[in-house]
Every structure is written in C-alpha cells, then in structure tokens.
C-alpha cells in the first residue's frame, strides 16, 4: 500500500506539471465553425487560404523520468527520490518545433479532438532534468517511481483551394488535398510509483512503468542514456541555397511566360510594387505604375504534384523572396535576386476556373499563402500559414 498524500490500496498516478521545460502560452487560433473537407466546393475568394487536416493519430504511454527503489521494512514513510531522464518529447509539427502559426496550432488542437484529451498546442517539451518526486511509501518493497506522459504522434495534411476538371470536361474550384508532414505532442505530465504486484489498466503509464520495473519477466532495465537533444527548428533545416544569379535572369530550369503581368487585388485598385532593388514590396494604387509593379512569371520543375513559379520584378529582374527564410508568421516578403536554388523564391499557384485571372499564391518552402494585413496603400505583403481567412488572399494575375 503506498500514497504521496493519503493512504491507499494501489499506485496512484498524480497530474503535475514539473516535468515541462520551455512552454511558450499562445493564444488558440481562429478556427472555422465547420472546416471544408477534400473535394467539396469552394470559392475564387478561397484561393489564398489553407487548412489543415489530421489523416492519423496514435496515443503512446511515454515514461520521461524513472527510477527502480527499493524499500525495506525499516525505511518506509515519506521520501525524496530522485528519477534518471528516460526520454524526451517535444511538440513539433512538420521540421518545426516552435510552435507559432496559425496552421501548426490548427494540427494540434486537431489531434486533440480526435483523441478526445487535452495535448500541448504550444512551442514545449519535456524536461531533460533529473526530477525530483516525494512518495509516502506504506509498505517495503521493490517500486519503480516515475513521471510520464501520453505522446501523441500522427500524419496531417492540407487543403487548398484549386481549379479542377469533372469528368465532363467542365472547370470548378473545390478543396484538394496538399502535402503535410509528421506532428508530435504529449498530454498532461503524471508521476507515481508502482509495483509488480499492482494491478493497473493496460496502455496505460502505470503499465509502461511497470515494464520498465521488469515485471514482465525482464531485469529491471537501467536508465537510458541522456535524452536526445530536440530536433532542431524549421529554420535550421532550410532549403538549399546556391549562388545567386544576375539581375533579369530567371533561375536555371526555369522559362518566363512571354507575356508581362501584374498582381493584384481583385477590384484591380491595388497592385504589388516596389520601389527598389532589396525593398519590401507593397500594394500600390494603379493604373499609372512604376517599372516596379511589372512581373514575370517564371515556370519552373514540377514538385508535390504542381509546377514551381518564380516571380521575377520589371525592376532589375530581381525575385519574390520570403525575407531571411523566416517562415515567422506575417513575415515580409521583400526582393533579393534570383537565386539557382531557393525554395523560399519558389511559390505554387492555385487558380480559379478558366477564363479568371484570380490565383492564391503559395510559398514552397513552408506552404505559408501570400497576403496582406489590410488591403490599403502602401501594405506590405506577407505570408500566412492559413492564409488570410476573410479571403484577400486571392489576387488578380493580370496581362499587360
């Protein structure tokens, strides 16, 4: 019989929240009353916008922290243990582990309603740390003291807004299904301590804990080695970068279309301009435009089932790029010259029904859409996991 605070019949598991080392509180993200579903209709005004989807999701028992004790008929009552890090989990959604957009907040809270229990949403993860746990021992014996948690791991994927063909041959826009990657998270941590003897439910942390003890037949196994260090962050793991071209070249394995556009909103007041050769650029009223408001589109290899596109300014032939590869919600996108392989230069399109001009624009590297914080003079334009979800994400790609 043992208990941290009263007496009992068996182990008991207590919630806490100890074990938690770098929990960053962010705010829950907008969600949609009902999120679209793949091949359902959307709209023109959804082309700039992104949800995301889980496809699989498996729960885990996870032992962080563990410690085999002995207890002898003289040393029972209260006392301090001292537990050997196990393992560490860390929440990640895709290469990512700071959690901070929109989209990545969408997975987790996702994952959390498929398994019906409350997981970390937030950048976190478990402590590396020896932990420290008080036990009120009862009764002598052979216990194994541990902290723990559920670990939530699974498969999400997106939806996009793009045209497609029916089967007669006619053009609609609905929801398809895009890419997505790997995501992690963990449930509230608990600790307790444990006997063979003891007799507790299946997949559960007290069961995990209990082979760890070596009831299952097993010596009782010794502490891991030090817990792997987390994954590094998106941002280390960026795409390739390589030399960078001249001005007015269009990167290698790529062709511009032979026509000139501009990109714009759709009433066709506001079009994407800039001023100089390393400026942000920004909406600008039109129709009396500098050079700076004049595109090519550049075709390039096909990757995830669509073409690239490179955006290439009339004003010294210099690229649409995501500023300093942040992938940093509402980041800036500014003009750097083109470069023979950056997937933060590359963008997908996604367009509306023939005989529109409307598209959603794509950044490759991350999925974040290009918009805007408002549609007014002189806006920068940005990027955005879920793209912008009033619908001034979609913008006019007009000949000239």
Known sequence: MLSRLTTGTAALALVATSALAGVTALASPAVAAVDPKAGEACTSADLGKRYPFTKSVKVEPTITHFKGYFVTGGSTGSQAVKLSTQT???????????????????????AEASINRTVQKTTATTSAAEQTITWNFTQPGYYGLYQGTRKVTGEYGSLNCDRVQRDDGTYATQWTERPGGQYTTFSTIEEGAIRCEDQVPASSIMKK????????????????KKAPAPRAAHKDQKASVNSELGTSAAPPGFTCLPDTYRIGTPDRKLYWTTFGAGDYFRLRPGPRLPEGATWSVCEGPQSNGRTEYALVNGYKGRCATMTDHSDTEGAMFRMDPCRTADDYQRFYLY???????LVGLQLKANGHMVGQERVVDDTAMRQYSAGNTDGTGTYVLQKI
Do not use: H, M, W, Y
Not at 211 to 223: H, Q
Not at 351 to 357: A, E, K, L, Q, Y
């Open 88 to 110: 560490q989990v860390t929440v990640a959604v895709g290469t990512s582990t700071t959690i901070k957009t929109n989209f990545d907040f969408g997975v987790l809270f996702k």
């Open 209 to 224: 804990a209990q082979e760890i003890l070596g009831c299952d037949g097993a010596a009782a196994r010794k502490p891991d």
């Open 351 to 357: 367009r509306d029904v023939p005989g529109s001009d």
